[in-house]
C-alpha cells in the first residue's frame, strides 16, 4: 500500500530535550515535506526536499532541523523544543517533475507537546 | 497582510445547494494553486489543483481562478453532508506546484442536511 508513515504518532515532552520525528514514503517520491498546524494560522512549511541531498526553508524553519540522506526518509529534528512547537507536524511527499497536478500525499500527523 | 487568506468561516450550505469557497494571495508570480480538503482529525487531500485562468470542472467540484484580481476560488455543486470539512487553499510560485507552497487558514464548511 503506498503511503507516508510518521512516528510516533503522539509525543509529550520538555523543555530542551532533542526529539526526531521521523517520516518514510515508499513510493519513491523524490519530493518531501514537512508542516506545522496550529489553530488560526493554519497549515505552515517548515522545510522541503526536493530531492536526495537538496532541501530548503519553508515558511518556519527556525528551531527545526532535517536531513534527506535517502530517498524514503526525511526525519524532522528539534534540538531544543521548546513550548511553542507544540503543535500537529503532517509530511507529506509527491513525485516532482513528471507532470503538472500531481498530488502531495501526507502522512497521518504527529502530535507534539512541548511542556 | 497575509499571502494566502481565506474566511475562516464557518460556512453553512444546505444539502444540494452550491458552497463557494474563495482565496486571495498576494504573490503576483504565483503560478500553481491547490484546494485540499481536511476532515476533522485527518490528513489534507488534494481535491482540485488550477494554473491557468478559468475555470476547470471535475465532477461535483469546479475552481476558478483570476491571476489579474489574484483570486482562486472552489465551487462545490449540490453539496451532501459529506463535504463537511476544512478547505485550505495552497499557493506556489513553482509551475510545477511542489515546490515552497503557502496555505491559507482555511474555511470550516458545514452542509446542513
Known amino acids: 500500500e503506498a503511503q507516508v508513515t510518521q512516528n510516533p504518532r503522539y509525543l509529550i515532552t520538555v523543555t530542551g530535550k532533542k526529539l526526531t520525528v521521523t517520516c518514510s514514503q515508499n513510493?519513491?517520491?523524490?519530493?518531501m515535506s514537512w508542516y506545522r498546524q496550529d489553530p488560526g494560522l493554519g497549515l505552515r512549511q517548515i522545510y522541503y526536499?526536493?530531492?536526495?541531498?537538496?532541501?530548503d526553508k519553508g515558511d518556519v524553519p527556525e528551531g527545526y532541523k532535517v536531513s534527506r540522506k535517502e530517498k524514503r526518509n526525511f526525519p524532522l529534528i528539534l534540538e531544543s523544543p521548546s513550548p511553542n512547537q507544540t503543535s500537529l507536524y503532517f509530511c507529506?511527499?509527491?513525485?516532482?517533475?513528471?507532470?503538472?497536478?500531481?498530488?502531495?500525499?501526507f502522512g497521518p500527523g504527529t502530535r507534539l507537546l512541548v511542556l | 497582510q497575509k499571502e494566502v487568506e481565506q474566511n475562516s468561516g464557518p460556512l453553512s450550505v444546505p444539502e444540494g445547494a452550491i458552497a463557494s469557497l474563495n482565496c486571495t494571495y498576494s504573490?503576483?508570480?504565483?503560478?500553481?494553486f491547490f484546494w485540499y480538503r481536511q476532515y476533522s482529525g485527518k490528513s489534507p487531500e488534494l481535491i482540485m489543483s488550477?494554473?491557468?485562468?478559468g475555470d476547470k470542472e471535475d465532477g461535483r467540484f469546479t475552481a476558478q481562478l483570476n491571476k489579474a484580481s489574484q483570486y482562486v476560488s472552489l465551487l462545490i455543486r449540490d453539496s451532501q453532508p459529506s463535504d463537511s470539512a476544512t478547505y485550505l487553499c495552497?499557493?506556489?510560485?513553482?509551475?510545477?506546484?511542489?515546490?515552497?507552497?503557502?496555505f491559507g487558514t482555511g474555511t470550516r464548511l458545514t452542509i446542513i442536511p
Open positions: 495552497a499557493v506556489s510560485r513553482s509551475n510545477f506546484g511542489n515546490e515552497k507552497l503557502t
Open positions: 507529506a511527499s509527491s513525485p516532482y517533475g513528471q507532470y503538472r497536478g500531481e498530488t502531495q500525499y
Open positions: 526536499s526536493m530531492n536526495v541531498e537538496v532541501t
Open positions: 513510493m519513491n517520491h523524490e519530493y
Open positions: 504573490d503576483r508570480v504565483s503560478q500553481s
Open positions: 488550477i494554473y491557468s485562468n
